[in-house]
Every structure is written in C-alpha cells, then in structure tokens.
C-alpha cells in the first residue's frame, strides 16, 4: 500500500484573460506552430447554412401556447457542409437586459464552440489514417 505523507502548497491558478478564437489563432502563428489543425477559418469554411430564431417565435408560428421566458431564449443552428447540424443557445435571465441581435451572437457561438471539438476529431481521424 502506497501512503503519501507528504503536503505541498500549490499556488493559486491567476486568472487569465479570455482570448477569441482570432487571438489564439494569432498567437499559434505567432510561435511558428504549424502543424495540421483547425483554424477559425476552417470552422466558418464548414458551416454552410445558420439560422437564429427565438423559441417564442418559433413557438407562435406553429400556434404553441407561449410564456414570456422563452421570449429571451435563443436559439442558433448551424448546418455543417456535410449536412449535419450544431445547435447553440443563449438565454437571458432578466428581460430588461434581452437583446435579440446579442442573444444570436452568443448564440452562434455557443454552436460554434461545439463545431470545434467535432473537426478536431476528424483531423485526428484523417492524420491516424495517413500514417
């Protein structure tokens, strides 16, 4: 049986800005890395269709009953080039603070941060296959 008796201090991880997919693809040229990898380009190359629409909308047309909170959820897909679909959403707690075109972008890119690790797996697909 293996006992650890030994305590350590681990630092306090900072906090460190958020960098957008532009500024971390920026900073990867930066550093000479150029291996094979998915670029913000490759991502909106794959998406060939978007459509933003609120539940509430979505829920008068088809004649849904409605409540007010799904006046403030958004919902954003994105049809990939090879026909399959992403879904991201953004909902807003107060609706004082509810902006339609802001809840689409947040939208949008909640459904792209979803695109992400979907490529990824099929560029580490195609490099496995490659060797």
Do not use: H
């Not at 829920?59 to 919902?75: K, S």
Request: hydrophobic letters at 35%.
């Amino acid at each position: 049986m293996l006992r650890c008796m030994s305590t350590m201090t681990l630092p306090i991880p900072r906090k460190k800005p958020k960098m957008n997919d532009q500024e971390i693809e920026r900073e990867i040229q930066d550093k000479g890395l150029t291996g094979p990898r998915v670029t913000p380009d490759d991502i909106e190359a794959n998406i060939s269709g978007e459509f933003c629409f609120t539940v509430g909308n979505a829920a008068r047309a088809l004649n849904c009953p409605v409540c007010d909170a799904v006046d403030m959820l958004t919902i954003c897909v994105l049809t990939m080039r090879n026909g399959f679909t992403v879904t991201g959403e953004s909902a807003c707690a107060s609706p004082e603070n509810f902006d339609a075109d802001l809840g689409r972008k947040i939208a949008r890119k909640n459904a792209v941060d979803k695109v992400w690790p979907l490529m990824g797996y099929a560029l580490k697909d195609r490099l496995s296959i490659s060797k």
